[in-house]
């Protein structure tokens, strides 16, 4: 018992590092080279690069999502409210991956595919772009909380979940309010690296005060 837990969260590292690794590629590196490239680049890098990242991207999602419920299975009463925040974070994360930002950039990779071939862009392309960009970036703003729990429920964490459900549940209106703009909203702040990453603190101080003071 205590090894399949100990290989799982192993595996849990090893996928987690993958998946946002990429997360952090694509959206510090490859969405601001994609600004200022040519067409023909651009192009040529969706049909032959994104395509390869994303395969990594999306499997590196379902792993560290699979070996998160395998630990969590095994840990059964031991989980925090710590642990309970960063996993619905992850969650989240891993179903934006596969429901929202896969099945938009295969219309993408398909539209540019076709324009690399003599055709003419998918006219469904220009919405998915937006889709998945904000996805992402959403993705992005969460990776940061997300990873501050899943350390604090081992290192300075606040216990289980009794006595902590008004903090849980404000926390988790938080996160449903942020995940409903991914889907139907604007990315505002999140448009800019900058202005990602000092959401993604931001939302990180918001959580740590409501887990630890409400």
Same mark, same amino acid.
């Given at each position: ?25 694509? *959206? ?11 067409? +023909? ?5 969706? =049909? ?47 179903? *934006? =991956? ?5 099945? *938009? ?48 429920? &081992? ?8 006595? *902590? +459900?008004? &903090? ?24 800019? =690296? ?14 740590? &005060?409501?887990?630890?003071? =409400?």
């Amino acid at each position: 018992m205590d090894l399949i837990d100990y290989l799982a969260r192993w595996g849990h590292f090893l996928a987690g590092i993958t998946w946002i690794g990429l997360l952090y590629y694509f *959206n510090f590196v490859q969405t601001e080279y994609f600004k200022e490239a040519d067409g +023909d680049a651009r192009t040529d890098a969706f =049909v032959k690069l994104v395509p390869r990242a994303l395969w990594w991207f999306r499997w590196g999602a379902m792993f560290t999502f699979l070996t998160g419920l395998i630990m969590l299975g095994y840990r059964g009463a031991g989980v925090t409210i710590d642990i309970t925040v960063g996993a619905v974070l992850g969650t989240l994360m891993f179903l *934006n =991956v596969w429901l929202i930002i896969w099945p *938009n950039q295969k219309i993408l990779i398909a539209s540019n595919t076709q324009v690399k071939g003599g055709g003419e862009a998918l006219p469904e392309a220009a919405a998915a772009a937006p889709k998945a960009a904000l996805a992402s970036r959403t993705n992005t703003l969460f990776s940061i909380p997300m990873l501050f729990f899943m350390g604090s429920s &081992a290192h300075y964490g606040h216990g289980g979940l009794a006595g *902590n +459900d008004m &903090a849980l549940i404000v926390a988790l209106v938080i996160i449903a309010a942020l995940q409903l703009n991914a889907i139907i909203g604007k990315p505002g702040p999140m448009a800019s =690296v900058k202005g990602v990453i000092t959401s993604g603190f931001a939302l990180t101080a918001v959580l740590w &005060a409501t887990v630890a003071l =409400v």
